[in-house]
């Protein structure tokens, strides 16, 4: 009787473990595929930014550039969209400056070009934008949303790292915690009511080794769900022309393995005592989303901090692990004492739990 709870367990719900597999899979790989357009679109600079010195006096633009060798006539195009696509032409000269004369208060970028001496050949110097990026970028943080996912660490979404974060990590646990409260809910219910108790129990298996399988089988799918996330983030974001660590990445995504055994432990203990699927889902998932709002609301300020070492959720920084590169190993051991404390609750309950036949 070795493992056959565990391996019944896969073979009842080995289809809607792996849509929902497939489905985090693409939502992960698929997230980090959006971060060059919220670099751009949130404050990244216009390419060869660092080329093109731009100031602003009333209505009147200066633009300055380098010099450069074999360069013997400039261009200066102007457009309202980044690509230049519609661009007119607004400077064509021999001297590295210019001025631009602004109609109105519309966003505008300036893409300065050279001309290769005795050649058609043209050469890309840089870009310079009115845009202020820094402004609705910084606000859009400050807000109460961005501050409470955030906490008192300051990163920008133009980075990679502060982008995952956000994006992803920020609410990983509510699409990943959830799920797993509802499988492991309805792992031990569907048994109570579709009356095979008693049926599972005419052959020689004990209470306790039931519930260590079924925690067994669910614990491995959700380590599998979480290692396979990480790796398609990793290689997802390698796609693109960012420096990622992916070992940092995997390892704060790890992080969230044990929260995920707590809520698989809650909704176990949930399942034992209230029988009924309705009831303990619904117990199982006020237990997440009051997770999720503690984490929330000590973010805010300093003094709710102690507010988030109260839930699980306290104990899975993974900005720390993105950006100190610290794993917080403490925290790690702590969730899964706290997930056997729970686990034996439930062991405890189930045993002195009459079966109805």
């Not at 595929?33 to 930014?49: I, S």
């Not at 000269?93 to 966003?107: A, C, D, H, I, M």
């Not at 809650?266 to 998932?285: D, H, K, N, Q, W």
Request: glycine letters at 8%; hydrophobic letters at 50%.
């Amino acid at each position: 009787m070795i493992g056959r709870t565990f391996l019944m367990e896969f073979r009842r719900g080995w289809k809607g473990l792996t849509l929902f597999l497939i489905v985090v899979m693409i939502t992960a790989g698929g997230m980090v595929q959006f971060y060059p357009a919220v670099e751009e679109a949130m404050g990244g600079q216009p390419e060869g930014a660092e080329n093109v010195k731009m100031d602003i006096e009333g209505s009147t633009v200066e633009l300055s550039w380098e010099q450069y060798p074999n360069v013997t006539e400039y261009k200066v195009l102007q457009d309202n969209r980044s690509h230049m696509l519609t661009s007119t032409l607004v400077y064509n000269g021999t001297e590295n400056y210019t001025e631009v004369q602004l109609e109105t208060n519309e966003t505008k970028y300036f893409a300065v070009l050279g001309i290769l001496n005795g050649t058609d050949e043209v050469k890309f110097i840089g870009m310079a934008t009115t845009v202020k990026t820094s402004t609705a970028f910084d606000e859009l943080m400050e807000s109460d949303f961005y501050r409470g996912l955030r906490g008192d660490r300051e990163f920008s979404m133009t980075d990679i790292k502060g982008f995952i974060s956000i994006e992803f990590f920020s609410w990983w646990f509510l699409l990943s915690g959830l799920y797993i409260g509802y499988i492991s809910v309805n792992s031990i219910t569907k048994d109570f009511e579709e009356k095979r108790m008693d049926l599972i129990f005419s052959t020689p298996l004990s209470r306790t080794r039931y519930i260590l399988e079924k925690f067994a089988a669910i614990a491995f799918y959700s380590f599998i769900m979480v290692l396979l996330t990480g790796l398609i983030m990793v290689g997802s974001a390698q796609t693109l022309d960012v420096s990622v660590d992916a070992v940092n990445m995997i390892s704060a995504i790890m992080g969230s393995w044990p929260v995920l055994l707590v809520v698989e432990a809650v909704a176990m203990l949930c399942a034992i005592f209230f029988v009924e699927s309705r009831r303990a889902v619904g117990m199982t998932l006020l237990f997440a989303f009051t997770q999720y709002a503690l984490q929330i609301i000590s973010n805010f300020a300093k003094k709710y901090e102690y507010i988030g070492e109260m839930g699980i959720l306290g104990h899975w920084d993974y900005n720390q692990v993105l950006f100190d590169e610290v794993f917080g190993y403490a925290d790690f051991l702590l969730l899964t004492v706290i997930t056997a404390i729970i686990l034996t609750a439930a062991i405890f309950v189930f045993k002195k739990r009459d079966i109805p036949i």
